[in-house]
């Protein structure tokens, strides 16, 4: 499906993707997804395959009335192997004729999200009685998350597209931001609605905003209070591009590219907090050029202010040059199990007089960084090699023996980069 989906933005294109994939995937003859109209307390065929009459292309499902009508509204998976004699659904004369015409009998039906709220179903439908098993309905099931994921990114893309083209009309336009300010948050839209990934089209747009493709920036991510208001944050915004950066909400972030002499990071999170007594959380990287490295750079900072979130923190900050793969594996595990596995692992060290963990942490650190090389480890904390040799013994005392090979290596490695995600100290980076 995600082959299918590359490059499809517009609902009525994705929809016509997940409904081949919905018929294929049951092996029936047709799929159509339908859309809710809350106003009208129906949903409404948009998109079907395999279809033979013209009525049933544009059907209107009444919301809690037949299979569909359930779906969109109370959106769990169900099926029914024959829907003409199926007495465990509601049904109406004028739906009844319209599926009897199209010959429909077993018909299958998911719910449609987008953004986490409920939008519609995807059904699939056969034109002879079947039963479908357990095992289909946890397909449908899946089928259902990536159409969800799919139509969220969809929303998202074409938000961010919005935006740009208020900030490109903005240009022409005097105002609070100003045609520059405009211009230079016009080029972060497109970065992070990744439309501006390949390194010609960012050259031609860092040029149209009066920018050099090869300048530097630092790329943060702020999370935005729950309450804010879109004034609020508008404001905020304006209040960045002021002093010199660019900026834009984007799914419950602030993003912000600034050139490494503009903005701090503490001025941008404080542009956030203003009068509220908790700050943000947030996320910020190294100075980066170039359409790639600015586009990972962003990705990195939204999935680090999402892993601070996910883990419990509140006002903290991280390099999110430091963030790796491991925040997606701790941003989708509870809490307590990642302080669970981390005492599990490092709580031999917690048991220490305070200055012997402080040396033994301090080294078990640098041993992570490095690669347990023993010369690297005694550059990296100024000590003579032996005493590097030394505190590892130390360390095998304490943990174990064969702690740093095999197995338990990763186990510690894993350990000590979890814990610093999870309780290291907010530090802003360098720039």
Not at 36 to 63: C, D, K, M, Y
Not at 100 to 107: P, S
Not at 245 to 252: S, V
Not at 253 to 260: E, H, K, M, N
């Amino acid at each position: 499906m995600a082959t299918d989906l590359v490059g499809v933005v517009d609902r009525t294109g994705i929809l016509t993707v997940l409904c081949r994939r919905f018929r294929n995937a049951f092996g029936v003859n047709s799929a159509y997804a339908a859309l809710n109209v809350p106003e009208a307390s129906e949903a409404v065929v948009r998109s079907s395959l395999g279809i033979r009459t013209e009525e049933f292309r544009a059907l209107q499902l009444p919301h809690g009335v037949g299979l569909g009508g359930v779906v969109a509204v109370e959106g769990q998976v169900r099926a029914s192997g024959d829907y003409p004699s199926d007495q465990g659904l509601r049904h109406t004369e004028l739906l009844d004729a319209r599926v009897r015409r199209e010959g429909l009998h077993a018909i299958i039906a998911a719910p449609l999200r987008e953004g986490g709220a409920l939008v519609g179903a995807i059904l699939a439908g056969a034109r002879f009685p079947r039963n479908f098993t357990d095992t289909d309905l946890a397909l449908a099931a899946s089928l259902s998350d990536m159409a969800s994921v799919a139509l969220t990114s969809a929303a998202k893309v074409n938000s961010l597209r919005e935006r740009v083209q208020e900030l490109e009309q903005t240009q022409s336009r005097p105002g609070l931001i100003g045609n520059v300010a405009a211009r230079r948050s016009a080029l972060l839209a497109h970065l992070a609605s990744d439309a501006c990934r390949d390194e010609g089209c960012f050259a031609r747009r860092a040029a149209a905003a009066g920018i050099s493709p090869a300048a530097e920036f630092c790329v943060m991510a702020v999370e935005l209070p729950m309450y804010a208001t879109p004034d609020a944050v508008t404001r905020t915004c304006e209040q960045i591009i002021q002093i010199g950066g660019m900026a834009l909400a984007d799914d419950g972030l602030l993003l912000a590219l600034t050139p490494p002499d503009g903005p701090t990071v503490t001025q941008v999170r404080s542009a956030v907090q203003g009068e509220h007594h908790i700050g943000p959380n947030s996320a910020a990287s190294r100075p980066a050029s170039g359409a790639g490295p600015l586009v990972d750079a962003l990705d990195r900072a939204r999935l680090a202010v999402q892993l601070l979130t996910a883990v419990g923190r509140r006002g903290s900050h991280r390099c999110s040059d430091d963030v790796g793969p491991l925040a997606l594996l701790a941003a989708s595990i509870d809490q307590a199990v990642l302080s669970t596995f981390i005492s599990r692992v490092l709580g031999p060290l917690e048991d220490l007089e305070p200055a012997r963990q402080h040396r033994l942490k301090t080294t078990l650190d640098a041993w992570t960084d490095h690669g347990g090389a023993p010369k690297k480890i005694a550059r990296a904390l100024s000590l003579h090699v032996n005493t590097v040799y030394d505190r590892l013994d130390q360390l095998e005392e304490v943990l174990g023996p064969r702690w740093s090979s095999g197995p338990r290596r990763l186990e510690f490695e894993t350990a000590v980069h979890l814990d610093r995600l999870v309780n290291g100290d907010s530090v802003e980076p360098a720039s």
